[in-house]
């Protein structure tokens, strides 16, 4: 069974920084282009960032990019997401998802883990 | 930036009658385009890729058609399971983006 679990979402003050991890099961990690899409709360879903299955290749929108970066660990079958520099509209849910190619729709998602910007 | 358009915002249709989603590209994304179905506290579920193409695992009653510019989700019989907020998203071009979802409710 394909599985994957987002960890490290927190109440975190403006400018500070997050770790996101995204452990994956039940499919061949290395096989897959990965990506983080987010969700403010009552809002639509914002595509964040995107890596390639050797990892060599990652792409950023442009409301994260030079804060956030992905990673990924293929020996180990983790994804991540590094944030710095947090804003308050940073604030959502935070879906790790994988894709059979880097330009391909996701076709399984995590369940999210949420991640607060406040003071 | 590709940005992607939803109609309408909300649709209320009953059930056992049929839903036609739209979505709409500033330029085209040939047939990069999929569809999502997202429920309360739930995680988005890819429900059609290449703008026509089911989903391992989906209903038959859902289909998708268009290319280009202009895409269409239908639900042919609306079940009880089926009122979500659906997603477009096109994945022709650097940003992916995502259209703003319409929500399907009950009439």
């Known amino acids: 069974e394909v599985q994957l679990m987002e960890s490290g979402g927190d109440l975190v003050q403006p400018g500070g920084s997050l770790r996101l991890s995204c452990a994956a099961s039940?499919?061949?990690?290395?096989?897959?282009?990965m990506g983080w899409v987010r969700q403010a709360p009552g809002r639509g879903l914002e595509w964040v960032a995107s890596i390639s299955v050797s990892g060599d290749t990652t792409y950023c929108a442009d409301s994260v990019k030079g804060r956030f970066s992905i990673s990924r660990d293929n020996s180990n079958n983790r994804l991540y997401l590094q944030m710095s520099s947090l804003r308050a509209e940073d604030t959502a849910v935070y879906y790790c998802?994988?894709?059979?190619?880097?330009?391909?729709?996701?076709?399984?998602w995590g369940q999210g883990t949420m991640v607060i910007v406040s003071s | 930036e590709i940005v992607m358009t939803q109609s309408p915002a909300i649709l209320s249709v009953s059930p056992g009658e049929r839903a036609t989603l739209s979505c709409r590209a500033s330029?085209?994304?040939?047939?990069?385009l999929g569809w999502y179905q997202q429920k309360p506290g739930q995680a988005p579920r890819l429900l059609i890729y290449?703008?026509?193409l089911r989903a391992t695992g989906v209903p038959a009653r859902f289909s998708g058609s268009g290319s280009g510019t202009e895409f269409t989700l239908t639900i042919s019989i609306l079940q009880s399971e089926d009122f979500a907020i659906y997603y477009c998203?096109?994945?022709?071009?650097?940003?992916?983006?995502f259209g703003g979802g319409t929500k399907v409710e009950i009439k």
């Open positions: 039940g499919f061949t990690f290395n096989s897959y282009a």
């Open positions: 998802a994988k894709a059979e190619l880097f330009t391909d729709p996701f076709d399984f």
């Open positions: 330029h085209t994304v040939s047939s990069n």
């Open positions: 290449g703008a026509s």
């Open positions: 998203q096109q994945y022709n071009n650097w940003p992916l983006t």
